[in-house]
């Protein structure tokens, strides 16, 4: 018989809001964001003293941003405070995108007090029902003394299976209540693994295939698992590709990388994902975006035979119907695959070497586009200057097409974007990698409105002297939205165009260095003189509005739907 585990002595008398942060030092946080609220002014006064760095944003969409930017990179839970009612309605974008992206998150709220609800008291909000569609876990801690349990299940839900955010109201006449309960002890993530049975079919469907493709995504990725999958991937001699916003999960330069499938995808991945007589699947989901619109596999039932892979039990069979499903994390599998003997016959050695040629060629060289400024040669420069452990921020954008398409990102946890596609995530991103990561060249790459959705994260960055580098490419349009409106309406304009602010001026209006490039040949010596600055620094590109996609303008779009009609 095991010997028995004596529960924990009670603690020492202190507030809801005390034990809280001690619960939060005893999870290993250590970085807050937030915007301070009165609704939670003892949580502020505990984390005072608490040893964890708290960063103090300008907005609490900017606050839900960091968190999820700090989740992606770390993989364990972003931590964010936010006040109640407004603050808490501010910060929902965050979460929708730690939502779809599968990140790590916990954001706890203010609330009124326990005796005023259901008043429609001054910024109360019902948590629960705002939320809970867009998060693992919506909930309110009412009894004081239940706190610590609470915040262990926040931080077990927010981490197992497949990541996601938790939401935690905290009444403010709770966190003065004093307790005396003891501390959970620390979150250790369940880590799924795969059975022999299951490794075994995989093995077996390997050895029948012709035309694999090992595509991966998704969160829950470690150094590890990455270097195990690169193991893996050089015994099989197996193409491999990586889905949506996911390219660091695999080094651009191996003769075995293919690409990646996203917007504007290169046409040959495409049709090699289509011809592909296996597909496996590791980490993801095979979402609207990188299976170009559901169009890739066949919905229930593929047309391939498809082995999906992921630590949530729940995403597998959701969509497509796998021919062999495993419930197992990334790092598991990933050490698992390692393991397995390579066959003999590898029939798809020459499609592996075709498949690289065709990324290297498709990313290679820039391509036409409209203007003195190409993007394209912007991409090509930073690939060759930034060092191979710098991040990349960017939020949504058509301008995000040709990072992916001509950045490559070298090491793990170097870009980090939504995959949610969600506007003015690019800035917040950038100052919290930073935070994070101080040594490091951080990349902030935005939209003219994708900048000012919460480019007044920009003035946190110079509070707390974190020379970012904000490059802000202006076509004086809502892109995106005015290339479909091309598509649908051609010659149709409404409501796309933008009248914006000089973004360098804008720089230096919160002490920061700005510049402005409106020719390609003009980058290199404005990025450079923005890193010698070591301030905050935004880089402001004039674009043609009718440089819309690499390769491709807005004319173009227009003539080809005008003449299809």
């Known amino acids: 018989m095991p010997d028995r585990i004596d529960p924990p002595p009670a603690a020492a008398p202190r507030s809801a809001a005390r034990a809280l942060v001690q619960q939060l030092v005893a999870n290993g946080?250590?970085?807050?964001?937030?915007?301070?609220?009165?609704?939670?002014?003892?949580?502020?006064?505990?984390?005072?003293?608490?040893?964890?760095?708290?960063?103090?944003?300008?907005?609490?969409?900017?606050?839900?941003?960091?968190?999820?930017?700090?989740g992606k990179a770390t993989g364990r839970p972003g931590i964010?405070?936010?006040?109640?009612?407004?603050?808490?309605?501010?910060?929902?974008?965050?979460?929708?995108?730690?939502?779809q992206d599968s990140t790590p998150m916990i954001?706890?709220?203010?609330?009124?007090?326990?005796?005023?609800?259901?008043?429609?008291?001054?910024?109360e909000m019902d948590y629960r029902a705002a939320f809970g569609s867009i998060a693992k876990w919506?909930?309110?801690?009412?009894?004081?003394?239940?706190?610590?349990?609470?915040?262990?299940?926040?931080?077990?839900?927010?981490?197992?299976?497949?990541?996601?955010?938790?939401?935690?109201?905290?009444?403010?006449?709770?966190?003065?209540?004093?307790?005396?309960?003891?501390?959970?002890?620390?979150?250790?993530?369940?880590?799924?693994?795969?059975?022999?049975?299951?490794?075994?079919?995989?093995?077996?469907?390997?050895?029948?295939?012709?035309?694999?493709?090992?595509?991966?995504?998704?969160?829950?990725?470690?150094?590890?698992?990455?270097?195990?999958?690169?193991?893996?991937?050089?015994?099989?001699?197996?193409?491999?590709?990586?889905?949506?916003?996911?390219?660091?999960?695999?080094?651009?330069?191996?003769p075995a990388y293919a690409g990646d499938l996203g917007l504007a995808a290169n046409p040959k991945l495409v049709a090699r994902t289509k011809a592909a007589d296996l597909l496996i699947l590791l980490g993801g989901r095979l979402g609207e975006i990188a299976s170009q619109g559901y169009d890739l596999l066949g919905i229930p039932n593929p047309a391939t035979r498809l082995v999906h892979i992921h630590p949530g039990p729940e995403e597998i069979g959701r969509v497509y119907v796998p021919h062999l499903g495993i419930n197992a994390a990334p790092t598991r599998m990933?050490?698992?695959?390692?393991?397995?003997?390579?066959?003999?016959?590898?029939?798809?050695?020459?499609?592996?070497?075709?498949?690289?040629?065709?990324?290297?060629?498709?990313?290679?060289?820039?391509?036409?586009q409209p203007g003195e400024l190409n993007l394209g040669s912007v991409m090509l420069h930073l690939r060759q200057e930034l060092p191979?452990?710098?991040?990349i921020c960017n939020g949504a954008g058509n301008y995000a097409a040709w990072i992916h398409r001509f950045y490559r990102f070298r090491r793990l946890a170097t870009h980090i974007a939504p995959t949610s596609g969600s506007m003015g995530y690019g800035v917040p991103a950038a100052?919290?990698?930073?935070?994070?990561?101080?040594?490091?060249?951080?990349v902030s790459v935005n939209g003219d409105g994708d900048f000012l959705m919460n480019g007044q994260e920009f003035a946190t960055a110079v509070q707390y002297d974190l020379p970012i580098i904000c490059i802000v490419c202006d076509n004086a349009?809502?892109?995106?939205?005015?290339?479909?409106?091309?598509?649908?309406?051609?010659?149709?304009?409404?409501?796309?165009?933008?009248?914006?602010?000089d973004f360098a001026l804008y720089s230096r209006a919160f002490g920061g260095f700005g510049a402005t490039v409106e020719r390609s040949g003009d980058f290199p010596a404005a990025l450079r003189a923005a890193r010698e600055s070591g301030r905050p620094a935004i880089i402001h590109l004039k674009i043609s509005t009718d440089a819309i996609l690499p390769g491709t303008s807005l004319s173009a779009i227009r003539e080809k739907a005008l003449a299809s009609r």
């Open 388 to 391: 191979e452990d710098a991040v």
């Open 431 to 442: 100052v919290a990698i930073k935070r994070l990561h101080p040594q490091r060249v951080v």
């Open 334 to 368: 990933a050490k698992a695959l390692a393991g397995l003997p390579a066959p003999a016959e590898r029939p798809w050695r020459e499609e592996t070497r075709a498949g690289h040629a065709d990324y290297l060629a498709w990313s290679e060289t820039e391509t036409p």
């Open 107 to 123: 954001l706890f709220v203010g609330q009124v007090e326990r005796g005023q609800r259901d008043r429609d008291a001054f910024q």
């Open 138 to 254: 919506a909930t309110e801690i009412d009894v004081a003394a239940r706190l610590p349990e609470y915040v262990s299940r926040a931080f077990h839900t927010a981490t197992s299976g497949r990541p996601g955010p938790v939401v935690v109201a905290l009444p403010k006449d709770m966190l003065k209540e004093t307790i005396t309960s003891p501390l959970a002890r620390p979150c250790q993530p369940v880590e799924a693994a795969p059975g022999q049975g299951e490794l075994d079919r995989l093995a077996a469907l390997l050895g029948e295939a012709r035309r694999p493709l090992l595509l991966l995504g998704g969160s829950r990725w470690s150094e590890q698992a990455y270097r195990d999958v690169r193991h893996f991937v050089e015994s099989f001699d197996l193409p491999v590709a990586t889905s949506y916003r996911r390219l660091p999960l695999f080094d651009p330069l191996h």
């Open 477 to 501: 349009s809502y892109g995106t939205i005015r290339m479909h409106q091309e598509r649908e309406f051609p010659g149709r304009v409404s409501g796309t165009d933008l009248r914006n602010p």
């Open 29 to 70: 946080v250590d970085h807050v964001f937030t915007v301070p609220g009165e609704s939670f002014l003892p949580v502020l006064d505990a984390l005072s003293e608490s040893g964890i760095t708290v960063t103090v944003c300008r907005q609490e969409g900017g606050v839900a941003m960091m968190a999820d930017a700090y």
């Open 80 to 99: 964010c405070i936010v006040t109640r009612g407004p603050g808490a309605a501010n910060a929902a974008a965050g979460l929708h995108i730690a939502q």
